[in-house]
């Protein structure tokens, strides 16, 4: 079994920063693209910013310049360094990942966390 745990939520006032962390774990034999997403109350999920094994990186436009995502591969684990947060910043935040188990190594699955909440008043 593999799971992704996110820890680093909560509330902060506009401006502050937060980090979040989501590290995987279980029967992993590799992990390709590892991810953040975000769903605010009546809203559709979407694409922070993902993270491939060897660095590439893409941002959502709401995230560029404020958001950095990382990744420790020895850990399995992904941050997301939020920065100047804004009240639509809202939301619940999914951490994602494309894991091959031992059980199956030449497929990928993707697998998400339990999410989140990242509140931002202002």
């Known amino acids: 079994q593999v799971q992704l745990v996110e820890s680093g939520g909560g509330w902060m006032q506009a401006g502050g920063s937060l980090r979040l962390s989501c590290a995987a774990s279980g029967s992993i034999f590799r992990i390709s693209t590892m991810g953040w997403h975000r769903q605010a109350p009546g809203k559709q999920r979407e694409l922070v910013a993902d993270i491939t094994s060897v660095g590439s990186i893409r941002y959502a436009d709401s995230a560029k310049g404020r958001f950095t995502i990382s990744r420790d591969n020895a850990k399995n684990t992904v941050y997301l360094q939020m920065n100047s947060l804004k009240p639509e910043d809202t939301a619940v935040y999914y951490c994602?990942?494309?894991?091959?188990?031992?059980?199956?190594?030449?497929?990928?699955?993707?697998?998400w966390g339990q999410g989140t909440q990242v509140t931002v008043s202002s």
């Open positions: 994602n990942a494309d894991i091959a188990s031992y059980g199956s190594i030449w497929r990928y699955q993707n697998y």
